[in-house]
């Protein structure tokens, strides 16, 4: 019983570098999410996936771009990072996109940018 | 109008007593309304849930209380103990809207 995985775990990346958080989920589900959670901002939600090939901005999507690969994978990637963006990352998925079910999260990524 | 606002930031009880955490919220188009539990360094995961046809729902020593003309929902934990130390996130959805988070209260049960 995996549920949603994220990779990596954790990352220290300069400013200015590029990388792709990871996510996957096993449960069949059709929404995926990707949210940041800052002290005292609570998750924040960048970009959703309502279903397979679909793709849409959250409330924080600037500086972010995200694809979903497949049923399974939905990737968020930092083009370029700044400190700005030094958050735990956190990856959701629902059931159904527009029914009110369980969402699912990941166990986070922690990345900080200098 | 898409905010839930969430109180108190922060909040320590005895072993035994009684949290309370509040949440209030402006959209009237929300329908399901669930708390969400975080451990450090684990992802939220879901508590308990309520949708407005009912006041009040329990599971175990956990109560959300609901109050619709106010908009306001308040999550109750009954003999709190040391485990319950986390982290509780209240959240708002409605239909095909987006779940909307609370800003998070960070609880902490004193042995």
């Known amino acids: 019983n995996a549920g949603v995985t994220q990779t990596p775990k954790f990352q220290v990346l300069k400013t200015g570098q590029s990388m792709t958080l990871q996510c996957a989920q096993d449960m069949n589900h059709n929404s995926m999410y990707w949210y940041r959670q800052d002290p005292g901002m609570g998750l924040r939600l960048i970009y959703y996936?309502?279903?397979?090939?679909?793709?849409d901005k959250g409330e924080v999507p600037n500086g972010y771009n995200v694809s979903r690969l497949n049923k399974r994978e939905f990737s968020l990637r930092l083009e370029s990072a700044a400190p700005s963006q030094t958050s735990v990352y956190f990856c959701?998925?629902?059931?159904?996109?527009?029914?009110?079910?369980?969402?699912?999260f990941g166990q986070g990524t922690r990345l900080t940018v200098v | 109008q898409q905010q839930v606002k969430q109180s108190p930031q922060s909040l320590i009880v005895q072993k035994g007593g009684i949290s309370i955490i509040n949440c209030a919220y402006e959209?009237?188009?929300?329908?399901?309304f669930p708390w969400y539990q975080q451990f450090p360094g684990k992802g939220p995961a879901l508590l308990i849930a309520i949708r407005p046809d009912v006041s009040e729902k329990k599971e175990g020593r956990f109560t959300i209380s609901f109050n619709k003309s106010a908009k306001q929902f308040s999550l109750h934990i009954m003999d709190s103990q040391p485990g319950d130390s986390a982290t509780y996130f209240c959240?708002?959805?409605?239909?095909?809207?987006?779940?909307?988070f609370g800003t998070g209260t960070r609880l902490k049960v004193l042995a």
């Open positions: 996936s309502a279903s397979e090939g679909t793709t």
């Open positions: 959701a998925s629902t059931l159904e996109w527009g029914k009110n079910t369980e969402a699912f």
């Open positions: 959209n009237t188009a929300f329908d399901y």
């Open positions: 959240a708002a959805s409605a239909g095909t809207y987006k779940y909307i």
